[in-house]
């Protein structure tokens, strides 16, 4: 079925989505389709990638039977309504939209044959190095939701799951990169505070996180037993590790996550 692939948005992420498309081989840049009403985007898509883009939707709908729906939940709805009348039954429509749920584009759409794949990615898709998760419905076949799951491999790790779980997914690692990069700009301003400049304390920090997350990685050991052979007795490992518990670091990652995951699921109340 690898023919054509339409994108309706050219945001960044359907921009890490097409890299990687392109460098996997999946798809050729004259087979890639993209619709962005910003003059900006579609002339950076076209000069950067070679890929064919329009100011409008409905040539996407028209020359594509595999269809990337990359706008924001906000303006899903008026999208879907502008389009429903050029959907078919053989398309298949694959939504990056936080939040809103499968059965809102089936009711906004209006047609009960509609093959609907929801995908909760995150932003090092743009690097290559990110973590989707995937839900579809039953008019979805195993072999359409592969095509789907070959996409998202192109750009880091894939995991299938029940709909149900996608809330927790936005929350953990769909929202997860702006936490890792708060704490990441922290320490680098910890290192400055420290007497460190700034270029010194942002290489430090970042091989340190880059690093830390081979070792995790690689040993395959828990993160609280590779935290222990850090912390020798009264050293100053444990020392700022009590100041972290002090003051409820565990408490406050897992109340940012939850936060994240009630506002997914207030997106998905659009509907």
């Excluded at 050219?10 to 921009?15: D, L």
């Excluded at 498309?21 to 985007?41: C, T």
């Excluded at 894939?158 to 890792?180: C, K, N, Q, R």
Aim: charge should be neutral; charged fraction near 25%; include cysteine.
């Amino acid at each position: 079925m690898k023919q054509q692939i339409g994108f309706i948005g050219g945001g960044q992420m359907a921009e890490a989505l097409i890299k990687g498309i392109i460098a996997s081989g999946l798809y050729q840049k004259e087979n890639i389709l993209v619709a962005e009403p910003n003059d900006f985007r579609r002339n950076h898509l076209e000069k950067v990638y070679s890929v064919r883009t329009y100011p409008h939707n409905h040539t996407i709908f028209d020359a594509s039977r595999l269809i990337i729906l990359a706008v924001k939940p906000q303006t899903m709805k008026s999208l879907l309504e502008d389009c429903k009348d050029r959907v078919r039954p053989d398309h298949i429509l694959i939504s990056i939209a936080a939040g809103l749920p499968i059965s809102f584009y089936m009711k906004t759409l209006g047609k009960k044959e509609t093959k609907m794949i929801r995908v909760m990615p995150n932003t090092p898709a743009l690097v290559l190095e990110g973590a989707s998760a995937l839900s579809k419905n039953d008019n979805v076949s195993d072999e359409e939701m592969r095509l789907a799951e070959e996409i998202f491999l192109a750009v880091g790790e894939v995991v299938i799951l029940d709909e149900v779980h996608l809330d927790a997914v936005t929350g953990l690692s769909g929202s997860g990169p702006a936490y890792v990069f708060s704490f990441v700009e922290a320490l680098i301003d910890a290192g400055v505070k420290a007497g460190l400049t700034r270029i010194v304390s942002e290489k430090l920090a970042l091989q340190t996180i880059s690093g830390s997350i081979k070792l995790l990685r690689e040993s395959g050991e828990h993160p609280a037993a590779l935290r222990g052979k850090v912390t020798s007795p009264g050293g100053t490992a444990i020392t700022a590790l009590h100041v972290l518990e002090k003051f409820g670091f565990h408490g406050i990652i897992m109340d940012i996550v939850e936060s994240a995951v009630i506002r997914s699921k207030q997106l998905g109340k659009l509907e």
